[in-house]
T-cell receptor, first 111, second 116 residues
C-alpha cells in the first residue's frame, strides 16, 4: 500500500537535545496526524493538524502542517528518556477517511 | 471513555488453523479500520468500514482474509487458513465523521499474531 516518506528513519540523541522529523507526500492532504508508538502498544495520537500552515503544540511537542499541504513536521524540544519510541505521521486526502501512514522515525534518547 | 478494544492481545496458532481477531470501536464512531504492522511493511491498511459497510478492502492480502462488521460496536478479522507469513500485529482503529473530518484516528492496543 501507499506510504508517506518519513525521515529520518532513526535517530540517537542526547537527553536535552531538540528533535526534528518530517513527512512528505507527492499529493495534497487536508489532515496530518502525528502518533507515538511504544513497544507492545498501539499508536497514540500526539497532535492533529487540519489547516495548511497550522502550527500546534502539545507540551514539548510542536507540529506544523506545511504550506504546500504535501508535508508536515514534528519537533520535540528538550528530549527526555521517555520520548523513546517510534513516531508516525499519517495523512488524509480530502473526501476520504482513509489515512496513509509514514514509515516511522525510531527515536532513541541517550541519558 | 473506553478506547478501541481489541481481543485477544496475543494469539499463537499453527499453520492452517483459523484465526479470528475482534474489535470494539469507540462508541459513536462510524468508521472502523483494520491495519497490519510488520517490520518490513510498516502499517498497512487492510480494510475499512463506514456505518458497518465495507468501503475499501483493496488492502486485504488474499482470499484467506475476511472482515465483517455485523453491528456498530463489533468487527472481526478472520484468517482461514493461517500461514506463517501472516504473523504480525493487527490493529483496529476508529474515528467519527461527526466533526466533518476534524476527528483523528484512535487505535486499539493490537493483537500480536504468531503463526507457527
Amino acid at each position: 500500500g501507499q506510504q508517506l516518506n518519513q525521515s529520518p528513519q532513526s535517530m540517537f540523541i542526547q537527553e536535552g537535545e531538540d528533535v526534528s522529523m518530517n513527512c512528505t507526500s507527492s499529493s495534497i492532504f487536508n489532515t496530518w496526524l502525528w502518533y507515538k508508538q511504544d513497544p507492545g502498544e498501539g499508536p497514540v495520537l500526539l497532535i492533529a493538524l487540519y489547516k495548511a500552515g497550522e502550527l500546534t503544540s502539545n507540551g514539548r511537542l510542536t507540529a506544523q502542517f506545511g504550506i504546500t499541504r504535501k508535508d508536515s513536521f514534528l519537533n520535540i524540544s528538550a528530549s527526555i528518556p521517555s520520548d523513546v519510541g517510534i513516531y508516525f505521521c499519517a495523512g488524509r486526502h480530502s473526501g476520504t477517511y482513509k489515512y496513509i501512514f509514514g514509515t516511522g522515525t525510531r527515536l532513541k534518547v541517550l541519558a | 471513555d473506553a478506547g478501541v478494544i481489541q481481543s485477544p492481545r496475543h494469539e499463537v496458532t499453527e499453520m492452517g488453523q483459523e484465526v479470528t481477531l475482534r474489535c470494539k470501536p469507540i462508541s459513536g464512531h462510524d468508521y472502523l479500520f483494520w491495519y497490519r504492522q510488520t517490520m518490513m511493511r510498516g502499517l498497512e491498511l487492510l480494510i475499512y468500514f463506514n456505518n458497518n459497510v465495507p468501503i475499501d478492502d483493496s488492502g486485504m492480502p488474499e482470499d484467506r482474509f475476511s472482515a465483517k462488521m455485523p453491528n456498530a460496536s463489533f468487527s472481526t478479522l478472520k484468517i482461514q487458513p493461517s500461514e506463517p507469513r501472516d504473523s504480525a500485529v493487527y490493529f483496529c482503529a476508529s474515528t467519527t465523521s461527526a466533526l466533518g473530518g476534524g476527528s483523528p484516528l484512535h487505535f486499539g492496543n493490537g493483537t500480536r499474531l504468531t503463526v507457527t
